[in-house]
């Protein structure tokens, strides 16, 4: 969505204007649920109880939107993320992401290569349920912009150009977050691929 | 080249990165498209009160909202609903005490021609408010959010549903409904009766407490399975709600009315003229483990793409119907196959509904993948078995000692040892413990479990020990170069007769000596997985494994190496006793 865009559905929503609330459902309603349910997985029915949880919620604050502050995009992922870590909170089990841990930590290769991306992890290891619970796990834990700017670019495969429009910033700006956003996922992949309670070794 | 480099690393983050973008959900659309309404009402209410006046009802809309198109989804939906009259049913009707502040409570149900409440199944506010109008041995019941009605008649077990959009009558026998009174204030009516008849009640009085802005008292009436709370208005003695937990399933009845003015017509059980019948049958004698097993293959071969859900609760069920019921409309199969499905569906959920095993049953398989062998997904104790049935993700069964299974549980049998349990509890000894395991030439583990106390109580003269394996034998114990005393107080649990004045908290080693056949550990294609466990609480715990010459086995890295160091864990963050299990990489020597 454009700039201008941007501003007449901003302008709309504080005027309490039906229709700048229906593009802007229109504009973004898949794009959030394709993102949320990147970080939930296989389960439809708390993908789509956190979309509702988070139009609703922009409904009640829509008219206090400030374009001032970031894009519509940004203002909306930023609850979706909130209703994200709220689903993460209730779920009483993580028996799941221990298990991943554990799966990791009995993994061959070289894996700080993998994280760093100096190496490409083997197919095998790209396509099991484990890593994907692992980096939707520690895409959870980082800031809202952070997220939406990994997987636009990471996942959706945008142009920093687009992000850039997307995002009302620009290019050189984009550049600078994706290296601080890529840094901080390291950083919690590598966080929560080591908090097991020990280190387990395979070699003594 | 810096920008190559550059490049070639951004490619390989986004290998590791899209694993995410994967197997993911599909946007519903339907839901969208009610979302978009229901949200742009929110909008606009907000917008032009700046308060919002739509109450809840918007929160919970979506999904119920969203069934069901086709007769087979709902017949799926009629069969949730009839597991959940049956819930409500069975709930409605437990006893409570006879005191006098209670005799005033159940007055009004006493007296009582009709009733209506609303029955909510799982937690408040996630699930639909099923609606319920009592008269005599009828009930009309109906389900936020779905556009049909069901007629219950206790005194011939059927039940009518009318699908009004579609104009389809659906007659269900009930076959093999439990006992229950086929009046059914009658049941509310024998609160006071049953209970001075059951022995296994104990009632606590509350303290008072607001429910939707009345002032009210509590009654809380337990028993073995499961418990009640009924809460009544402090000046009126009106029943104002009653939760339930049975198993693992809550069920909470509020909004009650006694006595309103009810068109009998609502009870008929007469299909309307415009209407088109179907007739169905559903056996509602509890599920059979095998039924149960055969519901959680489609629901992940069929509902979860393969993978086992969330959970498996009838609560979660009941909340995700409309996906269930959407999921099988999807297929591209014949009706009576769809229908067929759904009676299976039904046949799992009365497994857990009417669940006769001892204790809580326990799910362990969300995000576990069909057809994975090695995984427990869930597990339970069926009625006056000693051991546990455990279903993996192959949906193999295997048999399970207690302390076999994947986590521990709190059983009976347990609370027994209570000494011991004691011990656990309170933490009263606490040690860092590396262990020496040599595998030997005869097929079996000898362990040395080398306990250091870091913590113990006051003048100790026993300490309780339990090793990790339902197979292990304890061979010996030995503190300060003299054998200890001990003996067995339960399969795998011991208790040893410390010498007190041999003991030095934190200097002190004691080593037990116990062991095992190999096969005890779990065969994975890599080695073996093996259980850490410490023997008592412990703060740390190194596990080192000895190859012995001629034990037949080799470290798969490097084969030249004898000793291996699988775990090490120095210093956890807190005291434990079970911290997971680790690989061990050995293979056949050829």
Redesign the interface.
């Known amino acids: 969505m454009n700039k201008q865009a941007n501003t007449e559905i901003a302008d709309g929503l504080q005027?309490?204007n039906?229709d700048a609330?229906?593009r802007l459902?229109?504009q973004y309603?898949?794009k959030l649920?394709?993102n949320v349910?990147?970080?939930?997985?296989?389960?439809?029915?708390?993908?789509?109880d956190v979309?509702?949880?988070t139009?609703?919620a922009?409904?009640?604050?829509?008219?206090n939107f400030n374009p001032r502050r970031g894009s519509l995009w940004t203002w909306l992922w930023a609850i979706a993320k909130r209703q994200v870590a709220l689903h993460y909170r209730k779920?009483t089990?993580n028996?799941?992401i221990?298990?991943a841990q554990?799966w990791w930590?009995?993994l061959d290769g070289q894996k700080s290569d993998?994280?760093?991306?100096?190496?490409?992890?083997p197919a095998e290891v790209?396509?099991s349920?484990e890593?994907?619970?692992l980096?939707?796990y520690a895409?959870a834990e980082l800031p809202a912009e952070y997220q939406t700017l990994?997987?636009a670019?990471?996942?959706?495969?945008l142009a920093i150009e687009d992000i850039a429009e997307e995002t009302n910033g620009s290019s050189v700006a984009i550049h600078s977050k994706l290296a601080r956003a890529?840094k901080s996922?390291r950083r919690v992949f590598k966080r929560l691929t080591h908090s097991?309670?020990?280190?387990?070794?395979?070699?003594? | 080249m810096k920008f190559d480099k550059r490049k070639n690393s951004d490619e390989k983050f986004c290998s590791l990165l899209s694993t995410v973008g994967r197997k993911t959900v599909a946007p519903d659309r339907e839901f969208l498209n009610k979302l978009r309404e229901d949200s742009t009402k929110k909008f606009e209410a907000s917008a032009s009160n700046g308060s919002e006046h739509l109450g809840e009802s918007i929160h919970t809309v979506s999904i119920w909202r969203t069934i069901m198109k086709s007769p087979i989804t709902k017949l799926a939906a009629a069969v949730v609903i009839i597991t959940g009259v049956l819930i409500g049913l069975h709930f409605v009707g437990n006893p409570l005490a006879p005191t006098v502040t209670w005799a005033e409570v159940i007055q009004p149900i006493l007296n009582a021609q009709t009733a209506e409440f609303d029955i909510i199944i799982g937690e408040e506010g996630k699930g639909p408010v099923i609606h319920d109008m009592v008269m005599g041995s009828r009930i009309r019941r109906t389900v936020e959010g779905i556009d049909q009605a069901v007629i219950i008649d206790l005194e011939t077990s059927k039940v009518l549903t009318l699908l009004k959009q579609s104009k389809t009558a659906l007659y269900l026998d009930l076959k093999n409904l439990p006992k229950i009174p086929e009046n059914y204030l009658e049941r509310l009516q024998n609160l006071v009766s049953v209970l001075e008849n059951e022995p296994n009640y104990v009632i606590e009085e509350l303290a008072e407490k607001q429910i939707d802005g009345r002032r009210c008292v509590g009654f809380l009436a337990r028993r073995p399975k499961g418990e009640v709370i009924i809460w009544a208005d402090s000046q009126t003695a009106l029943p104002i709600r009653i939760e339930q937990r049975e198993h693992q399933m809550t069920v909470i009845c509020k909004n009650f009315e006694f006595d309103p003015q009810i068109d009998e017509t609502l009870f008929s059980m007469d299909v309307p003229e415009d209407y088109t019948l179907q007739e169905q049958q559903i056996d509602l004698k509890a599920g059979t483990e095998e039924e149960f097993i055969e519901g959680l293959r489609i629901r992940a071969e069929v509902i979860g793409d393969g993978v086992f859900p969330e959970d498996v609760s009838i609560g979660y069920y009941i909340k995700n119907v409309a996906r269930v019921s959407g999921k099988l409309n999807t297929l591209n199969i014949s009706d009576s196959e769809k229908g067929a499905l759904g009676m299976k569906l039904a046949r799992h959920l009365l497994f857990l509904r009417f669940f006769e095993g001892e204790g809580k049953w326990h799910w362990a398989g969300c995000g576990v993948e069909l057809g994975d062998e090695e995984t427990p997904i869930f597990w339970y104790r069926p009625k006056d078995s000693e051991t546990w049935r455990v279903i993996y993700g192959d949906l193999h069964v295997e048999d399970a000692a207690e302390e076999d299974l994947p986590e521990p549980v709190i059983s009976d049998k347990q609370t027994k040892i209570i000494r011991s349990s004691e011990q656990w509890a309170k933490q009263e000894f606490v040690a860092t413990e590396k262990d020496v395991w040599h595998i030997t030439a005869s097929g079996n583990i000898v362990a040395h479990s080398h306990i250091t106390l870091t913590k113990m109580p006051q003048n100790p003269s026993v300490m309780y020990v339990k090793l990790p394996y339902s197979s292990a034998v304890l061979e010996s114990v030995i503190l300060d170069d003299k054998e200890v005393p001990f003996s067995m107080v339960a399969n795998v649990r011991y208790e040893l007769e410390l010498p007190a004045e041999n003991l030095l908290e934190g200097l002190t080693p004691i080593e037990c000596i116990w062991s095992m056949p190999l096969e005890a550990l779990v065969k994975v294609d890599y080695g073996y997985r093996i259980r850490l466990q410490g023997l008592i609480p412990v703060e740390g715990f190194v596990l080192t494994i000895v190859l012995e010459p001629d034990c037949g086995f080799e470290y798969t890295k490097d084969p030249s190496q004898t000793q291996i160091t699988p775990f090490r864990g120095d210093e956890f963050s807190s005291i434990v006793m079970d911290f997971g299990s680790c690989g061990l990489l050995i293979r056949k020597r050829n």
Do not use: N
């Not at chain 1, 670019?153 to 495969?157: A, E, I, L, T």
């Not at chain 1, 097991?196 to 070699?203: A, D, L, M």
């Open positions: 005027q309490g039906r609330w229906l459902y229109d309603a898949e649920w394709c349910a990147r970080l939930m997985a296989h389960d439809p029915a708390s993908v789509a979309v509702q949880e139009f609703i922009a409904a009640r604050s829509a008219k779920r089990s028996a799941f221990a298990r554990q930590s009995l993998w994280i760093e991306g100096r190496e490409k992890p790209l396509e349920a890593l994907a619970a980096v939707r895409l990994l997987m670019k990471y996942v959706d495969g890529r996922f097991t309670p020990g280190i387990w070794e395979i070699t003594p």
